[in-house]
């Protein structure tokens, strides 16, 4: 065993204890500390719980690397991810806080109609599922490389111990393991960047220092075959920066594992309170990547420029045992660098390997390598926990209680909610093995199809009290039917052959054009059928106001 997988596995034995006790001691036994913890997680908590649900696989492993290969197209990430967070804050997490109750079907069952609750259970289901697959397969990354083991079983590894953490005490066991996983995710996120960023520039605030090093890294780019890095619309056209921007903000919005975090506070200013920690917490992760990114890639194409391919450095040869580094046969020099296999460059590098890589390639020591892999392992369970908790409360609170066995008790709910939780991870451990894309990429998918459903559902049904049921179903079904069919259409999944952009808009933005086709279908149906009932207007009425009308008295 080498050093590094020493200390890897330190890491992450200790770390899995530290979850797996806290699971332990928050396990529950009734439906309202399953699915919101009671309604009693104080705000800090919560906002590191929130931070922790948000960044994912793809914010800690996939987005510096997008960052790096994409250089300013990649900015997409950071703006749609957090401009979102704050769309979700302002516009939609404090209102369905005053309405209450456990999951976000419930909110628009009783705003419209049952069936629009069943349709959107359905889609929380698609879209949770989708999401969760790029989770495993980022699990299934570390433990790859970390562990020397095939990715299949990185995957298999990373499915049983949060499938054991979820289902011992839902929402309240996955909160506070949360916490401890933000901790853990964010340590080992700053420390390698702070190192580096000292060790290449002699300031050590990486959000600050990167600027230094960007001319360098433009000129070697362009060197070995790839993009300025700092010039905007090389990787994308304009328009599809601006739909894949607007498909995350909006998608993050109506995001169901997200939403059902501000559910589990006390009151409705501690969701508002909530939301402040998150993006505090948010923004010290998200502030780093560009400079992860541009450091990161500046290392390597400084280690492996012009030299022979027989004499590479040390991690090229660990992550091409992985698959994803792989040296061209017929190269016997590196003269060009490319993340796209298709490309034929002398050496391909898979953007997912990038912040795992990071200390490997600047030369830091085991320990911090090991940090950094339960970092990830950290990133990973944290959010595929919350949405198997969607996935669980959809199935059994939001279809199998209203349809199958309206007089079920908790015991029996429960039950169903974990089975659910079993048989959704065995079918993400089969797609996350065979992700049609990279990390960030399948994750990127999900927000569009959230963007298509939910978002114009939701804030039509607190913003607009003449949006009736009628119109909110068939906005959800167009919407969401619209954007799966694109996709479907562009990649290469199921068997599928993958066809060219339309107007050059990519699979990862048409979530923007989805939610566009939901609002204006909901809204032309809505004003040619009869308005909602009066306790709906009511209902409304009474959400976006957070607190009673005070009558003015009498002098």
């Known amino acids: 065993m080498s050093d590094i997988q020493i200390w890897t596995t330190i890491f992450i034995v200790v770390t899995f204890g530290i979850y797996m006790t806290i699971a332990w001691r928050s396990r529950v036994k009734e439906t309202e500390g399953f699915y919101v913890a009671g309604h009693g997680v104080p705000t800090i908590a919560n906002g590191a719980a929130i931070g922790a649900d948000w960044m994912s696989a793809a914010s800690f492993i996939s987005m510096a690397g997008l960052i790096a290969f994409l250089g300013y197209d990649g900015s997409v990430y950071l703006m749609g991810w957090t401009g979102g967070f704050v769309l979700l804050a302002l516009l939609i997490a404090p209102y369905l806080r005053k309405w209450g109750k456990y999951t976000v079907p419930e909110f628009v069952g009783d705003r419209y109609s049952e069936l629009v609750r069943t349709i959107s259970a359905v889609a929380a289901v698609i879209v949770s599922f989708t999401y969760v697959v790029g989770q495993m397969n980022g699990g299934g990354i570390v433990f790859s490389r970390f562990l020397n083991i095939d990715i299949a079983y990185g995957v298999m590894i990373a499915a049983v111990v949060i499938f054991v953490y979820a289902v011992l005490g839902g929402m309240k066991s996955i909160t506070y393991t949360q916490v401890a996983q933000y901790t853990v995710l964010i340590i080992a996120y700053l420390i390698p960047a702070v190192a580096v960023a000292q060790t290449m520039t002699g300031l050590p605030i990486p959000q600050v220092s990167f600027g230094q090093i960007l001319d360098e890294l433009n000129v070697l780019s362009t060197e070995l075959g790839m993009q300025v890095f700092t010039d905007p619309f090389t990787s994308r056209p304009m328009v599809d920066i601006f739909l894949v921007t607007m498909a995350l903000m909006i998608g993050t919005a109506g995001l169901p594992h997200v939403i059902i975090r501000f559910y589990t506070t006390k009151t409705v200013r501690g969701s508002r309170y909530s939301a402040f920690w998150a993006l505090f917490f948010i923004a010290l992760l998200y502030t780093t990547a560009p400079a992860v990114g541009a450091f990161t890639k500046l290392n390597l194409l400084q280690g492996v420029n012009g030299t022979a391919t027989d004499n590479l450095p040390a991690w090229v040869n660990n992550w091409a045992q992985t698959g994803l580094v792989s040296v061209n046969q017929n190269a016997d020099v590196v003269n060009s660098v490319s993340n ?58 939001d279809i199998y209680f209203r349809y199958v066995r309206q007089t079920a008790g908790d015991q029996e709910r429960l039950l169903v909610g974990r089975i659910a939780m079993a048989a959704a991870i065995l079918v993400a451990v089969i797609a996350g093995i065979n992700p049609p894309a990279f990390v960030a990429q399948v994750v990127a998918f ?18 607009w009290k003449r949006c009736n049921a009628i119109g909110a179903a068939a906005g959800m079904i167009v919407g969401l039917s619209f954007t799966i069919v694109y996709m479907l259409y562009t990649l290469e999944v199921f068997g599928l052959a ?31 059928t009869p308005p909602p009932a009066r306790h709906v207007s009511e209902m409304v009425e009474s959400i976006r106001y957070p607190a009673p009308r005070r009558v003015p008295s009498g002098d």
Do not use: K, Q, R
């Open 340 to 397: 796209d296999p298709a490309a034929g460059a002398d050496l391909t590098v898979n953007n997912d390997i990038l912040v795992l890589a990071s200390p490997e390639i600047a030369g830091l020591p085991a320990p911090i390598i090991g940090l950094v892999a339960a970092g990830g392992m950290a990133a990973a369970m944290s959010t595929a926990a919350g949405l198997l908790l969607v996935i669980s409360s959809s199935v059994s609170h």
């Open 446 to 463: 999900a927000f569009g199809m959230a963007a298509a459903s939910f978002f114009p559902a939701i804030v039509l049904g607190i913003f």
């Open 498 to 528: 993958a066809h060219d952009y339309i107007l050059g808009v990519s699979p990862e933005g048409i979530g923007a054009v989805g939610a566009l086709v939901n609002a204006v279908v909901a809204v032309v149906v809505s004003l040619m």
